[in-house]
T-cell receptor, first 112, second 113 residues
Framework: GENVEQHPSTLSVQEGDSAVIKCTYSDSASNYFPWYKQELGKRPQLIIDIRSNVGEKKDQRIAVTLNKTAKHFSLHITETQPEDSAVYFCAASSGSGDKLTFGTGTRLAVRP | DAMVIQNPRYQVTQFGKPVTLSCSQTLNHNVMYWYQQKSSQAPKLLFHYYDKDFNNEADTPDNFQSRRPNTSFCFLDIRSPGLGDAAMYLC????????????FGPGTRLTVT
């Protein structure tokens, strides 16, 4: 089955700096890669996703890049703000798309 | 506007006493999922339904069962909760058939005393 590794497990940045979180996956058939943000005690919420026919996607301060050959994808957050502090999970879909395999999560802290 | 609703939000049960958690959705999605999430860990998929087709994860304990009586509702039954079953239980839905976003409910925090 699919295996998703995520690094780093914790990340602390100064407000205004950029943050990068990286994930690798094992199943070359995976074709959908969402990123979820989870604030303490709240539900995971999708912040951006990318499909395997696209190499990069951007939404305001958030971008995701995908390298299918190397089987890795990354989340980039620019101009970080304190409200970006949360746990971020990457995920990859199984071939049918009905199941997601999650990475282990990155706890991001943005220092004011 | 709630799209995925979970009840109750907090549940306390005694060791070995059966408990049922419920999930409902207004999205008319084909797929419903149950995840277990323990502190500082990723959500762990327990099982999912594609319409009425039940899909169990290989490592989901037999202590966990699920029912989906109709499109809108799905239930998680824990037959004999142990202390290790204390966790946040998240329900999610998806359109299915193609990789689509999963929409999560607010979760039920289960405490086992």
């Amino acid at each position: 089955g699919e295996n998703v590794e995520q690094h780093p497990s914790t990340l602390s940045v100064q407000e205004g700096d950029s943050a990068v979180i990286k994930c690798t996956y094992s199943d070359s058939a995976s074709n959908y890669f969402p990123w979820y943000k989870q604030e303490l005690g709240k539900r995971p919420q999708l912040i951006i996703d990318i499909r395997s026919n696209v190499g990069e996607k951007k939404d305001q301060r958030i971008a995701v890049t995908l390298n299918k050959t190397a089987k890795h994808f990354s989340l980039h957050i620019t101009e970080t703000q304190p409200e970006d502090s949360a746990v971020y999970f990457c995920a990859a879909s199984s071939g049918s798309g009905d199941k997601l395999t999650f990475g282990t999560g990155t706890r991001l802290a943005v220092r004011p | 506007d709630a799209m995925v609703i979970q009840n109750p939000r907090y549940q306390v049960t005694q060791f070995g006493k059966p408990v049922t958690l419920s999930c409902s959705q207004t999205l008319n999605h084909n797929v419903m999922y149950w995840y277990q999430q323990k502190s500082s860990q990723a959500p762990k998929l327990l099982f999912h339904y594609y319409d009425k087709d039940f899909n169990n994860e290989a490592d989901t304990p037999d202590n966990f069962q699920s029912r989906r009586p109709n499109t809108s509702f799905c239930f998680l039954d824990i037959r004999s909760p142990g202390l290790g079953d204390a966790a946040m239980y998240l329900c999610a839905t998806s359109r299915g058939g193609y990789p689509y976003e999963q929409y999560f409910g607010p979760g039920t925090r289960l405490t086992v005393t």
